[in-house]
């Protein structure tokens, strides 16, 4: 079965500095996708970037940038010049591909971020 | 720009009362699926729903549990008899794909919570 594990519960970050939050998974698959939510206080899930795991070129979305690594399992979202609208909880999640309407995410834990001012 | 709607946005039972939880999904989607979210916990899967019959269930998703889709337009999901482990917060999710494309992001509504006391 697959797992996803997100090691930092919580983190903080300077406005206008760069944060990384970290992911990694486990799969016997060879291709699937990943993905990164934000949930921020209001709690709706809101789709921040993702990235096919055939694809050996990290996803970009303007601020918001993957390093994917998929020999090591990992996956990890930096935020650029963050905003205190940044601040949120962010999960990782995983989805097999190709499944119809099974298609469900698994997501990991969560990793709370805090912008300060 | 399309999205999912869900109402109520908050409701609070007596432990033992039916509720029905009500999504709208994004109006040329075909894949449609439920997650709750127990404070302060991970988003989980519970039911995966196409062609008017579920795909996929969690071992949440008991006999208490039932889904259906009663119209063109909405997607129900039913508590028999409400739990107080039932408090979370229940997304809908929804999900297009074509013979020609498959297309993996799930658009999440923005939550009911559900409180029972």
């Known amino acids: 079965a697959q797992t996803v594990t997100q090691s930092q519960p919580e983190m903080s970050v300077q406005e206008a500095e760069t944060v990384t939050l970290s992911c990694t998974y486990d799969?016997?698959?060879?291709?699937?996708?990943l993905f990164w939510y934000k949930q921020p206080p209001s709690r709706q899930m809101i789709l921040v970037i993702r990235?096919?795991?055939?694809?050996?070129q990290n996803a970009t979305e303007n601020r918001f940038s993957v390093n994917f690594q998929k020999a090591a399992k990992s996956f990890s979202l930096k935020i650029s010049d963050s905003q205190l609208g940044d601040t949120a909880m962010y999960f990782c999640?995983?989805?097999?591909?190709?499944?119809?309407?099974?298609?469900?995410?698994?997501f990991g834990t969560g990793t709370l971020l805090a912008v300060q001012p | 720009e399309p999205e999912v709607t869900q109402t109520p946005s908050h409701q609070v039972t007596q432990m033992g009362q039916e509720v029905i939880l009500r999504c709208v999904p994004i109006?040329?989607?075909?894949?449609f699926y439920w997650y709750r979210q127990i404070l302060g916990q991970k988003v989980e899967f519970l039911v995966s729903?196409?062609?008017?019959?579920?795909?996929?269930k969690s071992e949440i998703f008991d006999d208490q549990f039932s889904v259906e889709r009663p119209d063109g337009s909405n997607f129900t999901l039913k508590i028999r008899s409400t739990k107080l482990e039932d408090s979370a917060m229940y997304f809908c999710?929804?999900?297009?794909?074509?013979?020609?494309?498959?297309?993996?992001?799930?658009?999440f509504g923005p939550g009911t919570r559900l409180l029972v006391l």
């Open positions: 109006s040329n989607h075909l894949y």
């Open positions: 729903f196409y062609n008017n019959e579920i795909s996929e």
């Open positions: 999640a995983f989805m097999k591909p190709y499944g119809g309407a099974t298609n469900k995410l698994i």
């Open positions: 990235q096919e795991a055939y694809k050996q």
């Open positions: 999710a929804s999900r297009w794909d074509t013979e020609l494309q498959y297309q993996e992001t799930q658009y």
């Open positions: 799969t016997s698959e060879n291709n699937y996708y």
